[in-house]
């Protein structure tokens, strides 16, 4: 997943900053590099904090409105509805949906959301091309509460799950 390799490469060379400062801090004796190593430490320990109290108290609910019945070939478009139902803001989420009958590069939607305040709800719209007909269902979602820092993210199913007919196309025969 691109997600897992890029938070890999963020923490591996914010722990080699980190312990080359730490290295640096013991081995002088400026103060300098022993107040980064400390800072650079509280703002990771802080970060951290706060993203795993935002995901303990994530109360999510997504709504979605589409039709339910589309011709094979037809653009669906999808609009859902976040709304963060818990007392405190979210920072730093993206929202991954399942889309089983799009496209194959299209499968997975991906929105990111830089603030969703409690009780607002926000408007995430997206449309593909339904190819082959069958009965498909769109969902569930996936939340990643990302850190300040863009060095840890926690990932929560939300249970959001809707169901789209996909008929043939008909045409007339001369």
Known sequence: MLMDRISV?????????????????VRTSMPFF?????????MV????CLTFIMWHSLRISIRREHSLKVDEGDVLEVVSEVENTSALPVLNIMIEDRLSC????????????????????VSIRYSFVCGQRGRYEIGPCNVLIFDLLGLLFLKKNIPA????YVYPRTFTID
């Open 9 to 25: 490469k963020r923490w591996l060379m914010f722990g080699l900053f980190f312990v080359f400062d730490g290295i640096i801090a």
């Open 34 to 42: 022993s107040f980064l190593f400390w800072l650079f430490a509280s």
């Open 45 to 48: 320990a802080l970060s951290a």
């Open 102 to 121: 799009a496209p194959q590069g299209q499968k997975m939607q991906y929105s990111s959301v830089d603030y969703l305040p409690a009780g607002y709800p």
């Open 161 to 164: 799950a809707s169901v789209v």
